[in-house]
T-cell receptor, first 114, second 116 residues
């Protein structure tokens, strides 16, 4: 069974540009969450999607947005990039059992903003 | 809001020895999940062990076990018979049981070095 995949794995952008990151969850998983990982702030929750609906959102500016498609694949978009947006962006998926399912993480997309 | 604190930025252990990583958390909720995740260098984060707060028995997974002290809001991870492959960043995480969200709140992590 294929794991969570994220594309692209590496990105270099300049300030002011926008970027779109993609996440394909494990087959059968309907919940997708996004996290930003930086050396200073650690792992911070961005947002969570379930059945194409945003279920929860972290404390990030409106430049960060996301969506989920009917096949559960998810994308996140960052507009007007800032230097501080340089980070590893992780996607995680789960089956969303009522009792709490395990989240499986992808390898991440390393974004560098110059 | 819930917070998770890992007070040891770095730890080291000799191969075959035992090491304990500390984690404390703050919450007003009574039901929740706690996790330890492992992130090897340049590799994907994987779940090591999980604990449901309503279970008094400490979780164990092979060489990994936890010491869950609910009243003290403490959740430490013990790694027995440490192996070179255990070297990684270890993150403690909290997940609420309210609201149906899968959101994880992470600590800042502990970098574990295993010396041969």
């Amino acid at each position: 069974k294929a794991g969570v995949t994220q594309t692209p794995r590496y990105l270099i952008k300049t300030r002011g540009q926008q970027v779109t990151l993609s996440c394909s969850p494990i087959s059968g998983h309907r919940s997708v969450s996004w996290y930003q990982q930086t050396p200073g702030q650690g792992l911070q929750f961005l947002f969570e999607y379930f059945s194409e609906t945003q279920r929860n959102k972290g404390n990030f500016p409106g430049r960060f947005s996301g969506r989920q498609f009917s096949n559960s694949r998810s994308e996140m978009n960052v507009s007007t990039l800032e230097l501080g947006d340089s980070a590893l962006y992780l996607c995680a998926s789960s089956r969303d059992y009522p009792g709490g399912g395990e989240q499986f993480f992808g390898p991440g997309t390393r974004l560098t903003v110059l | 809001a819930q917070t998770v604190t890992q007070s040891q930025p770095e730890m080291s252990v000799q191969e075959a020895e035992t090491v304990t990583l500390s984690c404390t958390y703050d919450t007003s909720e009574s039901d929740y999940y706690l996790f330890w995740y492992k992130q090897p260098p340049s590799r994907q984060m994987i779940l090591v062990i999980r604990q449901e707060a309503y279970k008094q028995q400490n979780a164990t997974e092979n060489r990994f076990s936890v010491n869950f002290q609910k009243a003290a809001k403490s959740f430490s991870l013990k790694i027995s018979d440490s192996q070179l492959g255990d070297a990684a960043m270890y993150f403690c995480a909290y997940r609420s049981m309210q609201g149906g969200s899968e959101k994880l709140v992470f600590g800042k992590g502990t970098k574990l070095t295993v010396n041969p």
